[in-house]
């Protein structure tokens, strides 16, 4: 068997995405026959080879795929001594190990996928891919007809400029509240385009993922996708 990167080989097994694998690596806890690999693009072969990450070694795991209504108040990892909470928390029935695709902020809630598959994950979350999400924002008082429109239109943030594909007013008496359309993968970039223009986010709830949403599911609860959904998330059908 030809050897494949050792970051695709810990994408395969489930570890985490690629991307995230080379950070991994660089950090010291990949193992290849008990030699510690810092060196990104080193191949490996998967059948001969032992491969370990933290002392772990790798096998090759049933893929997984899992969509959370992520609550309040835990944070978005699958490794963190100084986090009081993190999603993991809530997967403690999963018996499979999986990771989150992407993040959300401690105090974000809704639509958050976990899986083991590290190509869909890295398609899912890639900038490249720009992926639609949609919010539902509460805001700490009214969007004004100017903000609103420079959303739309294109507001330049550290990073770049984003616009909001759709924007609209959830309660006609209450501009406080709307939904809003996104492609961007910027880091907290719904939270920064609303700082930008002086308004404080109260709350707010991603309801739409690459296809997928949480109904059905109440605040902290999981399931696994249906075949049809990974079938949907696999062919790129995805927006």
Request: neutral net charge.
């Amino acid at each position: 068997m030809e050897g494949i990167r050792l970051n695709k080989a810990l994408a395969d097994a489930g570890v985490c995405s690629r991307r995230e694998a080379d950070t991994y690596i660089q950090a010291g806890v990949v193992t290849v026959n008990g030699e510690v690999v810092t060196e990104l693009g080193v191949k490996v072969n998967v059948i001969t080879d032992d491969i370990r990450f933290n002392g772990e070694r790798l096998k090759g795991e049933e893929k997984v795929y899992i969509v959370m209504n992520k609550p309040k108040g835990f944070v978005t990892t699958a490794s963190d001594p100084h986090a009081d909470r993190t999603v993991m928390d809530l997967l403690k029935d999963c018996p499979s190990r999986v990771f989150p695709v992407g993040r959300l902020d401690k105090n974000t809630t809704g639509v958050l996928m976990f899986t083991n598959d590290g190509e869909i994950a890295e398609r899912l979350t890639h900038p490249s891919y720009d992926k639609k999400k949609i919010y539902q924002v509460i805001l700490d008082k009214p969007l004004d007809n100017e903000s609103y429109e420079k959303i739309l239109s294109g507001v330049t943030l550290s990073d770049g400029v984003v616009k909001a594909d759709e924007l609209e007013y959830i309660d006609a008496e209450d501009r406080r509240k709307l939904g809003i359309e996104i492609h961007s993968g910027k880091n907290r970039v719904v939270r920064r385009i609303f700082e930008h223009l002086g308004y404080h986010v109260v709350k707010l709830d991603r309801v739409y993922f690459a296809g997928l949403t949480k109904k059905n599911l109440s605040r902290g609860r999981w399931r696994y996708l249906t075949q049809e959904e990974v079938n949907f998330l696999k062919q790129g059908s995805f927006e």
